[in-house]
C-alpha cells in the first residue's frame, strides 16, 4: 500500500529542509499544501516551489479556514483527508507538506486524527522539520534551555491568569499567535518587568524576516500572522 508522509519543510529558509524531506517532495506523485483561504498561496508550497516537477507531479492545495473550530474548518479536514484516503487507495504516495515540524502546531496534526480513526491501516510517516521556534531562537541569538531550566510553549491566546502564571514560573516563554494579542501581552510583560526580557521575530527564515527587541515599538501596530515573542527571564 501506498504511505502519507507529513513532511516538515521548516521555517521559511529553503536551506532548512533536511534531506530526507528534500527526497521525499521530489519523488512523491502527489503533493497535499494548507493554505489558509482560497485566494492565498500556500506558504509551505512556495518553500519547496524549486524541488517541485509540476510536469509530473499533482499538486493540491487546499484550504484550511483560519477557525478555532466549527462545522466550516471540520468539512475541510474531513474532505482533505477524504481526498487524500483516495490517491492512497489509487497507489499513489501523498507528500502533505507543512511549515516548521508536523507534531508542533501543525496542519497535518487535524487531518492525521480523521485519517487514523478511518483507515488505521494506512501507513502514515513523519518526517520531522526545523520548527520556527527553534530558528527564531538562533536568529535573536538567544539561548531557548540551559541545564535545568524550564520551557513553556503556547498560544498566547491564554487566559490571563493561565498567561501570568507561566510568565512567573518558567525560565523561557514561547508565545505563539501573539500577533493579536501583542498589546495585551505587552501589558502584562510591564507588569511583571519582563519588556526588556523579549524579543519578537517574525517570518523567521524569510527574506522578511525580522527580529526586534524594543517591543515597545510595536505597540498598536498590525502584526503578521507568521510570528512568535520569546520571552527569557
Not at 156 to 166: G, P, Q
Request: with cysteine; proline share 5%; hydrophobic share 45%.
Amino acid at each position: 500500500m501506498a504511505t502519507i508522509y507529513a513532511v516538515g519543510v521548516g521555517p521559511g529558509d529553503p536551506e532548512l529542509i533536511t534531506r530526507k524531506a528534500e527526497r521525499i517532495i521530489r519523488h512523491c506523485p502527489t503533493i497535499c499544501a494548507p493554505t489558509g483561504a482560497a485566494d492565498a498561496a500556500s506558504y509551505a508550497l512556495s518553500i519547496v516551489e524549486h524541488l517541485l516537477d509540476r510536469s509530473k507531479q499533482e499538486i493540491l492545495t487546499r484550504v484550511f479556514p483560519m477557525l478555532k473550530k466549527g462545522p466550516e474548518l471540520e468539512a475541510a479536514w474531513e474532505a482533505v483527508a477524504d481526498e487524500v484516503i483516495d490517491r492512497i487507495d489509487q497507489g499513489e504516495d501523498v507528500a502533505f507538506i507543512t511549515i516548521g515540524d508536523p507534531c508542533l502546531y501543525s496542519t497535518f496534526l487535524y487531518i492525521y486524527k480523521i485519517i487514523r480513526a478511518k483507515r488505521a491501516d494506512i501507513t502514515v510517516e513523519i518526517i520531522p522539520g526545523i520548527s520556527s521556534i527553534n530558528a527564531a531562537a538562533a536568529a535573536a541569538g538567544i539561548p531557548l534551555g540551559i541545564a535545568g531550566e524550564h520551557i513553556a510553549i503556547l498560544p498566547a491566546t491564554y487566559e490571563d491568569y493561565e498567561l501570568r502564571k507561566i510568565l512567573k514560573e518558567f525560565d523561557t516563554v514561547v508565545l505563539m499567535k501573539v500577533n493579536r494579542v501583542f498589546d495585551r501581552v505587552y501589558a502584562m510583560l510591564m507588569e511583571l518587568g519582563l519588556v526588556d526580557k523579549g524579543v519578537f521575530i517574525r517570518r523567521v527564515g524569510s527574506p522578511q524576516q525580522e527580529v526586534i527587541f524594543d517591543l515597545t515599538s510595536l505597540v498598536g501596530k498590525e502584526l503578521d500572522y507568521l510570528s512568535m515573542l520569546i520571552v527569557r527571564r
